[in-house]
């Protein structure tokens, strides 16, 4: 059988999978045509559990297929034979605004927010990249093997002794000791034979990086159960041995006697396949290898909340925002009071006059609203997004106060919309409301947080 990919889209139109698509989703003679629908209810009972970890919704189309829809989750998954239970393929949800790098946006933000991840899965293989501590054991199984070997390495030790020991300068002894009562002092040529050598350096290089790598959150129990022993007596044996950065080149050119050459060129080989992995390969590895699933819209607003407080740094502002709990605008009760008993803006930032309150909306309706392609549910929706944000900012007593709602951006070019708000007076009430949009670009985003801090309405933010 062919390897199965399914791709979708978080939040796209559902995607329908005909039956000649789905033929080849089962072994040879195992999809009748007649029953389909008993066919593919094997396929998701099968797979159930991989389909609710993405979030996706699965119906049946009468004649027209198998319908998934995705959620607001992206992430991969295995998807498993009905018949056996072995993965035959995986199924991908990727984010509608195209794909990115996901472990660097979460580097960016300090790994505030992490990926949930099926750790009792066995890791799958995807985008031609395998986890780097999939090779640990064999790497650290292949070390210790060269080890048993108790290779030695002859280093000569310069000791000034009180009795003689190995080689003793007896010249220096008798002119420079003797004639001052030095009775005790023998300058001593010593030949260590010791496991402190270029390889065990290397060697004791990578295994600090593999424990290291051992410790994430992402690799599975039973893995870091298999390496502890190997690991630790490796540490015990090399104990005394000093540590260096594992390098490649240093690794390649280590000279072994010719005795020993067959085990150490085994374990170095797999040490420099340990080491020579790329950053990029590791990272895209940690989610690529095992299942993995984050939902996108608090991605995004975790992103935004921790820009924006790198923002009110830089202004010596005030920051308050929901991630951090303390954001909540409460209603004091002056008797009776049932239902809500607080709002809870995402991001608030305040410093002297000014107040900017932030709103993130994971949505596309900057888009349709500005290529004005939208529909009444989407208008209304806006419209409730918008009596958020205005009640957020009045409550601040402040002079000059900016409601923000941001959203993802979906063009190459910005969309920044302003506007002042006027009361039933016909007042201005100092109250200005700005829709942005931004890729996960900091630069770009602080710029325009700047741009919008105390900007005049009737200035274009660049």
């Known amino acids: 059988m062919k390897k199965i990919k399914i791709t979708l889209t978080e939040f796209d139109d559902p995607k329908t999978f005909s039956l000649n698509q789905l033929k080849d989703w089962f072994p040879s003679g195992k999809f009748d045509r007649r029953m389909p629908w008993d066919c593919v209810k094997k396929w998701i009972s099968t797979n159930r559990k991989y389909l609710d970890f993405l979030g996706i919704l699965y119906s049946w189309g009468n004649d027209k297929g198998l319908i998934l829809e995705a959620s607001n989750k992206i992430g991969l998954a295995p998807i498993k034979n009905p018949y056996g239970g072995k993965v035959y393929g995986s199924i991908t949800v990727k984010p509608r605004i195209g794909w990115i790098k996901i472990s660097e946006i979460l580097d960016s933000i300090e790994w505030r927010l992490k990926p949930d991840f099926l750790e009792t899965e066995e890791p799958i293989m995807s985008e031609g990249v395998l986890p780097r501590w999939l090779k640990a054991i064999d790497t650290l199984k292949a070390i210790e093997r060269a080890l048993q070997c108790y290779l030695r390495g002859i280093k000569e030790i310069h000791e000034v002794k009180d009795n003689p020991v190995g080689r003793v300068n007896w010249n220096n002894y008798s002119t420079r000791n003797v004639p001052y009562g030095k009775w005790n002092r023998f300058s001593c040529t010593i030949a260590d034979y010791s496991l402190d050598i270029d390889i065990h350096r290397q060697f004791k290089g990578i295994v600090e990086q593999i424990e290291k790598d051992l410790s994430g959150h992402y690799v599975p129990i039973n893995v870091k159960r298999k390496a502890l022993p190997t ?5 015990k044996i090399l104990e005394k041995v000093n540590l260096e950065l594992p390098d490649v080149d240093k690794l390649k050119n280590s000279n072994i006697p010719p005795f020993y050459r067959s ?13 020579s992995q790329s950053r990029f390969s590791i990272y895209s590895a940690e989610f690529f290898g095992l299942p993995w699933a984050i939902e996108m819209d608090r991605l995004f607003e975790s992103w935004v909340e921790f820009w924006s407080y790198k923002f009110s740094r830089q202004m010596g502002a005030n920051f308050y925002s929901d991630i951090r709990g303390n954001s909540k605008i409460r209603f004091l009760s002056l008797g009776r009071w049932g239902g809500l008993k607080d709002l809870r803006p995402d991001i608030i930032i305040d410093k002297g006059e000014h107040t900017m309150v932030i709103d993130v909306k994971y949505k596309k309706h900057l888009l349709y609203l500005k290529l004005g392609n939208f529909t009444r549910d989407i208008l209304e929706e806006h419209r409730k997004d918008i009596h958020q944000i205005l009640a957020y ?40 409301l700005l829709k942005i949009d931004t890729s996960f670009d900091s630069s770009e985003f602080l710029e325009k947080l700047r741009s919008t801090w105390k900007n005049d309405v009737a200035k274009p933010i660049i």
């Open 393 to 432: 900012a009045g409550s601040s007593s402040n002079t000059d106060k900016k409601a923000v709602l941001v959203y993802p951006k979906l063009l190459k070019e910005s969309i920044v919309e302003k506007a002042e708000v006027i009361n039933y007076k016909n007042s201005n009430i100092n109250l200005t």
């Open 263 to 275: 085990v150490y060129e085994d374990a170095k080989t797999r040490a420099v396949e340990y080491v």
């Open 231 to 235: 690991l630790q007596r490796i540490k």
